[in-house]
């Protein structure tokens, strides 16, 4: 579904304006899965795991919780490109 992937997209986005907004905050670097938005934005959509993967995010997981990690050394830029140019291809 198109509508679905392009609310992945635009979630995707968000969450990489956050970090480059406050790129030493590390509560904008990782999104625990257990949030709602991210149960209902990134989880519940099909491969959305695999599409933050693709992107250069990590997932990883701990005693606590998984989450979806933005590592430091990312270049937010060409991700943002990325999902900008992907954002027009399907909307």
Wanted: proline share 3%; with cysteine.
């Amino acid at each position: 579904n198109v509508a679905v992937l392009v609310t992945l997209l635009n979630t995707m986005s968000k969450y990489l304006t956050n970090c480059s907004n406050k790129p030493w905050n590390a509560k904008f670097r990782r999104i625990l899965l257990s949030f709602r938005v991210a149960d209902n934005k990134i989880t519940s959509v099909p491969h959305g795991l695999q599409m933050f993967g693709k992107l250069g995010f990590t997932i990883q997981g701990d005693s606590d919780d998984f989450g979806i990690q933005i590592p430091v050394h990312t270049d937010l830029d060409v991700i943002q490109q990325e999902l900008h140019r992907l954002l027009q291809e399907y909307s």
